[in-house]
């Protein structure tokens, strides 16, 4: 069961990473923002990471709750 749960929270993570890089590698150039959004400052890329994990840990979490019965 626990097995479960960390695996489940790895998949999310690993989903919020993918996410957050395609987000700066195609997202960002199209809005002329650059490439990882550098054309404005580091904190946006920083910020935009920190939040794609909190959801990646979340969406883990809830999954595993779903999950466990």
């Known amino acids: 069961m626990l097995v ?3 695996l ?3 998949k999310a993570l690993a989903l919020a990473i993918a ?3 395609a987000m700066m590698v195609v997202l960002m150039p ?3 923002l650059g490439l990882f ?3 404005l400052d580091i904190k946006v ?3 935009t990471f920190v ?3 909190v959801f990646g840990v979340a969406l883990g979490v809830s999954y595993s709750k779903l ?3």
């Open 4 to 6: 479960v749960r960390v």
């Open 8 to 10: 489940s929270k790895n």
């Open 19 to 21: 996410a957050w890089l």
């Open 30 to 32: 199209l809005a002329n």
């Open 37 to 39: 959004c550098l054309a």
């Open 45 to 47: 890329p920083v910020m």
């Open 51 to 53: 939040l794609h994990l």
């Open 67 to 69: 999950t466990k019965g």
